[in-house]
Structure formats: structure tokens, C-alpha cells
């Protein structure tokens, strides 16, 4: 697609329920970012995906949180048992990485509140 | 440790003023690139700037990679250039990595 696309962009779910986040990246890109922002916050990186490398867990906050990519496709984040402190916005970039890292561009991201 | 780091925090500015923010970054950071987050949340891409000077319109960026530092320009400055700047870099050429961040706030 034209640019990185998130999906939903809004989603209230009840504490203790699983979520499932979806992040379509540009075509073409091979490396795949989750970020999680709070409130008035930073970016909180998450995890990463490189082609077909093993994917960089390092950021996932708990085992709630994994996610998955098919390839150099779309991207899953599931959160399960969610607590209210996982409502946040959670952001989805891609960008290509070759010899030399590209330009990275982001999705519109994906409020989540728990409630 | 892997480290990018912001400056200033926080700025306020009189519509019309020029600004300057920097980014130190370091070792094994590279490919600076800025973002600008709007009040609606959304990332937009400034610059991707590895190395030199680019210029886009008021605003233009230069990244020292040499001396690990980047800064952003921000000329005559609008209230719509209000909200937070980002600087982000690639660890060990993958690990896209981001700076806290600037909160501006331009008022009329």
C-alpha cells in the first residue's frame, strides 16, 4: 500500500479480555517496529521484525504481549488479560533495511483503552 | 548505553521566533531521522538525514555524525508547528531507536 496502516484505530475493550492489533506495512519494507506511547509520553519500543531474522522481543513489558509477521507482511500484536495500564496508543512503522537503514514511516497507530 | 537525548524539553515560542533542538546520540546510532508528532498524534516525517544540511520550507535539520549530534531549525515559527519533535536513530544499523522528545508550543 501506499503508506503504513493500522488497524482499528480505536478499540475500548473490557480488563481482563485479549486485543489483536494489525499493522499493514509499506510494500517492499522489510523491517517492522511496535511502539507503545502513554499519554503525554515517549515512544516505548516493543519489538521489531527483520525479513526472516528472529524477531528483537527485548521490549515486550510481560509474556501478555507477543506478536507475530508472516514474512515481510502484515503484523500482529495480541495483548491478552489486558489491565488498564496497557491502554496506550500503540504505533506501527516500517522502513526498509538493505545495506544501510532506510527511511522509517509510521502508521496512524491504534488507541487502546481498557476499561 | 544506547542512548539519544533530546534538547530542550519542553519550548515555548511567540509566533514569528526562530528555534533551534538538538539531538545527541551515541555510538552506534545512526541514520538520524526527525519526526513531527501533531496534537492528533500522528507522526510526520521531517527529515531523514544520515549526514549534512537539508532544508524543507522554515524548517531545515544537520546531523555532525562525526561529533554525534543532529539539530533541527525551525524558522519564523507558526502555531502549527506546535507539538513534540522526535529525533530517532538505527542501533547497530537496525534497531530503530527514539530520543524523548521536544514539546513546542508556538502562541499567536
Known amino acids: 500500500g501506499a503508506g503504513v496502516s493500522q488497524s482499528p484505530s480505536n478499540k475500548v475493550t473490557e480488563k481482563g479480555k485479549d486485543v489483536e492489533l494489525r499493522c499493514d506495512p509499506i510494500s517492499g519494507h522489510t523491517a517492522l517496529y511496535w511502539y507503545r506511547q502513554r499519554l503525554g509520553q515517549g515512544l516505548e519500543f516493543l519489538i521489531y521484525?527483520?525479513?526472516?531474522?528472529?524477531?528483537?522481543k527485548s521490549g515486550l513489558p510481560s509474556d501478555r504481549f507477543s506478536a507475530e509477521r508472516t514474512g515481510e507482511s502484515v503484523s500482529t500484536l495480541t495483548i491478552q488479560r489486558t489491565q488498564q495500564e496497557d491502554s496506550a496508543v500503540y504505533l506501527c512503522?516500517?522502513?526498509?533495511?538493505?545495506?544501510?537503514?532506510?527511511?522509517?514511516?509510521f502508521g496512524q497507530g491504534t488507541r487502546l483503552t481498557v476499561v | 548505553g544506547i542512548q539519544v537525548e533530546q534538547s530542550p524539553p519542553d519550548l515555548i515560542l511567540q509566533e514569528g521566533a526562530n528555534s533551534t533542538l538538538r539531538c545527541n546520540f551515541s555510538d552506534s546510532v545512526n541514520n538520524l531521522q526527525w519526526f513531527h508528532q501533531n496534537p492528533w498524534g500522528q507522526l510526520i516525517n521531517l527529515f531523514y538525514?544520515?549526514?549534512g544540511t537539508k532544508q524543507n520550507g522554515r524548517l531545515s535539520a544537520t546531523t555532525v555524525a562525526t561529533e554525534r549530534y543532529s539539530l533541527l531549525y525551525i524558522s519564523s515559527s507558526q502555531t502549527t508547528d506546535s507539538g513534540v519533535y522526535f529525533c530517532?536513530?538505527?542501533?547497530?544499523?537496525?534497531?530503530?531507536?527514539f530520543g524523548t522528545g521536544t514539546r513546542l508550543q508556538v502562541f499567536p
Open positions: 530517532a536513530g538505527y542501533y547497530n544499523t537496525d534497531k530503530l531507536i
Open positions: 538525514i544520515p549526514s
Open positions: 512503522a516500517s522502513s526498509w533495511l538493505g545495506q544501510g537503514a532506510g527511511e522509517a514511516f
Open positions: 521484525f527483520q525479513g526472516n531474522s528472529a524477531p528483537d
